[in-house]
């Protein structure tokens, strides 16, 4: 699976991004996707997760209200619409892939085989 993310760029706080992250190589209704973030020196921070179908969701608390994952299985991507953005979004995110045939929710980096490069997101106070 390749997985390719787009979307991040500097931004002001208060304002909004959409990332959008494109998948290739496998069915891509098969796969559970999410998005993760990290800043230098620090782990990689779950963000969102969607289900295969798309009816299930989770959010970390820290972006809930705020950010929504959203995919369309047919164009085979995945995006994560980011409002009211704070100075500590500040990263670079990641959207990654599960390919297991399980309802499982992985909010770990561990939980996902595939990943994108990247895309900075940058939020000015």
């Known amino acids: 699976v390749q997985l390719q993310a787009s979307g991040g760029g500097l931004v002001q706080a208060g304002d909004s991004l959409r990332l959008s992250c494109g998948a290739s190589?496998?069915?891509?209704?098969?796969?559970?996707m999410g998005w993760f973030r990290q800043v230098p020196g620090k782990e990689r921070e779950f963000v969102s997760h969607?289900?295969?179908?798309?009816?299930?969701?989770y959010y970390t608390d820290s972006v809930k209200g705020r950010f929504t994952i959203s995919r369309d299985n047919a164009k085979n991507t995945v995006w994560l619409q980011m409002n009211s953005l704070k100075p500590e979004d500040t990263a670079v995110y990641f959207c990654?892939?599960?390919?297991?045939?399980?309802?499982?929710?992985?909010?770990?980096?561990?939980?996902?085989?595939?990943w994108g490069q990247g895309t900075l997101v940058t939020v000015s106070s």
């Open positions: 990654a892939a599960d390919p297991r045939n399980t309802i499982y929710v992985g909010r770990s980096s561990r939980d996902y085989e595939y």
């Open positions: 190589g496998r069915t891509f209704s098969h796969l559970k």
């Open positions: 969607i289900s295969r179908n798309g009816r299930t969701t």
